[in-house]
Structures are given as C-alpha cells and as structure tokens.
C-alpha cells in the first residue's frame, strides 16, 4: 500500500487528505461552507410583490379613484400607465342655484321643471340623476320622479362631464301627476 505524504512539496496538507480529515471531523469543527449569496432570490422577491402591487392597483383603481385621498395618485398613475379612472361621483357636491315648478299656460296638467345647478365637487362630474318630488298642501307626497341626464336634457350633452365650478340650466315639462300640487323638492343622485 502506497501512502501519500500528507503535506505536498511546499508544506501545504495535501487537498485529498484534508477533505478526509474535514469530513472525518465533528460538525462543531469543520469550517462553515462559505454562504450562498441570495440576492438573485431577493430581486426575484421584490419583482413579484411589484407585480402583486400592480395587480391589486389595477383591479382596485375603482374604489381607489373613489377615495379623495388616493385618486390623483390613481389619476397620475393610471395618467402614465395608459388605463381609465372611472369619473368622480359626488351627488352631494352638486349645489342647486335655482328651481322651480310652475303650470304651463294654455297647456292644462302640464308642468315646467326649471332649475340651474352648480358642480362643487374638485373634479369634473358626470350628469347627476335628478329626483323631482311633488306634493300637495299638507305635505303628502303626490309624485315623484328620478330623471337620468337623457331625460332631462334631451339629446346627449356636448360635454359628458360637468366641470368643477361648472354651473348649468335646464328645463323640462312634465305631466301633473294630480291636482293641488303646491310644493316640490329636488335631490340629487
């Protein structure tokens, strides 16, 4: 049997003996295996929670851009990225300038809805719906009606949304739903 000398020509231990002794040793002596570097695992990690982020932003940027607080950020964003932001909706922003409800002469039970109104809101605003209640003299409700923006301006508005500060009039007849009709209110939706 050939034993190798356990030290080479310049005195260093011979690799093949030394892995022997290493690996003969207990594991509190042996040297640690040098650590793995992770940075591929942690840019692999960042990449797909940024890809989680826009996927939640994506799919949330309704509720998102409904939020005063979140929607320029969506805005901006959605501004860079090429998607939509639905249009604000704020009924309460609406702010009514003038209304009024009076018979149309020579046409009986026939009623003309005047009313001008205001956006408030800090961004522009679809048409609101308009709820037009009429009652008699002592309060009891004798009609009510929600009117969409077709139903109310006729044709499509040349403008789909209202601008803020952007103030507005329009005027429409409708059918007496009884007679003795003394009092009206308006809201808006």
């Known amino acids: 049997m050939v034993r190798r000398p356990a030290h080479d020509a310049t005195g260093r231990l011979d690799p093949h003996r030394r892995q022997a002794q290493v690996s003969r040793a207990p594991s509190f002596i042996r040297e640690a295996a ?22 939640l932003f994506f799919s949330q940027r309704a509720q998102l851009a409904a939020d005063a607080r979140w929607r320029p950020l969506v805005i901006t964003t959605c501004g860079a990225l090429g998607c939509s932001v639905p249009a604000w909706h704020e009924p309460t922003a609406f702010s009514m300038l003038s209304r009024d409800v009076i018979a149309v002469p020579g046409r009986p039970g026939v009623l003309r809805v005047q009313a001008s109104f205001r956006n408030d809101a800090a961004w522009p605003q679809p048409w609101p719906a308009l709820v037009l209640m009429l009652s008699n003299a002592e309060g009891r409700q004798l009609g009510a009606r929600r009117f969409q ?14 601008v803020p500060g952007q103030a507005t009039q329009l005027a429409f007849d409708i059918v007496e739903p009884a007679a003795g009709i003394v009092a009206f209110d308006f809201r808006f939706e």
């Open 34 to 55: 040098p650590p793995r570097s992770r940075r591929g695992e942690w840019i692999a990690l960042a990449l797909l929670l940024l890809v989680l982020l826009a996927q």
């Open 149 to 162: 923006p077709r139903d109310y301006l006729g044709d499509a508005p040349k403008d789909a949304l209202l």
